[in-house]
């Protein structure tokens, strides 16, 4: 558990939580599904359908990713558990429609594809595109990173408690004039500990 805590420290975890958000994102602004014979009735033979056409939730999900990852960097303990339950969520949404996508392209480019046709006839054929297995690997990369904040943030240090509680006191080692002042402040008597 110790080599896991090292490698999902603060900075690596916000890191991968952005880059799976990113990369969810990116995907839907590319094909996820190609359709391939299509009814007569439609204006062309091949519709390449974007992920975002497709599976709205998706991008949504990505902005989520995106946005709890920034929150992440600022939050405190507790919150962090809330906001790595959030994103985690997000995580499993978007994985659950990439991986429809791929066993059943059909069904989950119907929708979308009624929208370009103007009829619900099916395609002859769809070919998921590498789109869908990047938000595959995006989603991953956002559930395992969730999980690894829900699991190791209560061991991160936060840095400004840490230091709003050494100032000027006892166990502060050589405080600054400007904390010598909070302290005075605060009604503590600097010159007490010199």
């Not at 359908?49 to 939050?75: D, F, W, Y």
């Not at 994985?95 to 002859?124: C, H, K, Q, Y």
């Not at 989603?139 to 061991?155: I, N, R, Y």
């Amino acid at each position: 558990m110790g080599y896991l805590a090292y490698i999902f420290q603060r900075r690596n975890t916000i890191l991968i939580i952005q880059l799976g958000a990113v990369l969810l994102l990116i995907s839907t602004a590319l094909t996820w599904v190609t359709a391939t014979g299509l009814p007569d009735t439609a204006a062309a033979n091949e519709v390449r359908l974007l992920g975002g056409e497709m599976s709205p939730t998706v991008r949504a999900m990505g902005l989520v990713g995106v946005a709890g990852g920034v929150a992440a960097t600022i939050a405190r303990k507790w919150v962090r558990g809330l906001i790595g339950a959030v994103l985690l969520g997000a995580g499993v949404i978007s994985l659950i429609g990439a991986v429809l996508t791929l066993l059943d392209p059909a069904a989950t480019a119907a929708p979308a594809l009624a929208e370009f046709t103007g009829t619900t006839d099916p395609a002859a054929t769809y070919s998921p595109g590498f789109a869908v297995w990047l938000a595959v690997f995006g989603a991953t990369m956002l559930v395992v990173s969730s999980l690894a904040m829900l699991l190791f943030s209560p061991g991160w240090s936060d840095e400004k408690a840490a230091k709003k509680y050494s100032r000027g006191r006892a166990g502060a080692e050589n405080p600054d004039e400007i904390d010598l002042w909070d302290d005075l402040s605060d009604g503590d008597d600097p010159t007490a500990s010199r």
